[in-house]
């Protein structure tokens, strides 16, 4: 089986579009609620983990001014995102970085200046929880005030009963899809782990909110979950009067 860094899930990278949305629930949706809930008016958004380019896309329509950074350390995701980015007349407004996020959560990655909102899906739950915090206290500094960070990904089911039904309703999504989870096992590549990403290292929601709270931002929020899917994220408000 071709080795592929953690992250990629499937074998052929051309496979992952269409993969994706079979083996995530309403992964669309997902990724359209963060879209709608990053203010359309912001100026420079990062997107950590961009992949195929699916996230950096819906952001890239909803904010007609913004400049967005992809990072992911994978070449060959970047190669299918920038192709795709270029062919809905985005390049102009879209960089692609190759790296890793934990090296820029620890400082041995530099990104140009500060964001309005940073972005991610499906990437953050390959990080340890030791990692989650460093990379949400990264973010959180590298936010202007204001600013706000989504993430849609996959978390720890609460319980173990809560786990079966979580996994059943994939199973039943992929057949509603024509396929099953199996079908599409069969075309995963062998996992390799990379840098700090290693496999899933999911955490609930709960988990993730105290993180949050625990890197700085004021406020947080779950605009949306599903199963054992959410989209949530914090907000670095800004205090009336404050300086
Ligand atoms: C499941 S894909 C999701 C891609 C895209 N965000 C989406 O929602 O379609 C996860 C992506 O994260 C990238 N990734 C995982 N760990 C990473 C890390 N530590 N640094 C940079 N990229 C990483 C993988 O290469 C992969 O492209």
Redesign the pocket.
């Known amino acids: 089986m071709k080795e592929i860094?953690?992250?990629?899930?499937f074998a052929e990278t051309a496979n992952?579009d269409r993969g994706?949305r079979q083996l995530m629930p309403r992964y669309d949706e997902i990724?359209d609620v963060l879209a709608r809930c990053t203010p359309a008016n912001a100026q420079r958004i990062l997107?950590?983990?961009?992949?195929?380019g699916?996230?950096s896309l819906k952001i890239l329509d909803r904010c007609q001014d913004a400049e967005v950074i992809g990072?992911?350390?994978?070449r060959r995701?970047l190669d299918f995102a920038r192709t795709k980015i270029n062919l809905a007349g985005y390049s102009y407004r879209w960089t692609g970085y190759e790296?890793?996020?934990?090296e820029w959560a620890n400082h041995n990655l530099s990104l140009p200046g500060e964001f309005d909102v940073c972005v991610?899906?499906?990437?953050i739950h390959?990080?340890t929880d030791e990692m989650k915090l460093t990379l949400f206290e990264r973010i959180r500094s590298s936010l202007k005030p204001g600013g706000v960070f989504w993430n849609?990904d996959r978390v720890l089911p609460e319980s173990l009963a809560l786990k079966e039904v979580y996994q059943e309703r994939r199973e039943d999504w992929a057949q509603s899809q024509g396929t099953s989870l199996a079908a599409l096992r069969t075309k995963f590549g062998t996992n390799v782990s990379?840098?700090?990403?290693g496999p899933d290292r999911f955490a609930t929601v709960y988990s993730h909110l105290q993180m949050l709270t625990t890197a700085g931002f004021t406020s947080v929020a779950v605009p949306w979950k599903y199963y054992g899917m959410a989209m949530f994220g914090g907000m670095v408000e800004t205090v009336e009067g404050d300086g």
């Open positions: 860094f953690q992250g990629e899930v992952f994706i990724l997107d950590l983990g961009c992949g195929t699916e996230t990072v992911d350390y994978s995701m790296g890793d996020f934990g991610s899906s499906f990437a390959h990080l849609a990379q840098g700090y990403s």
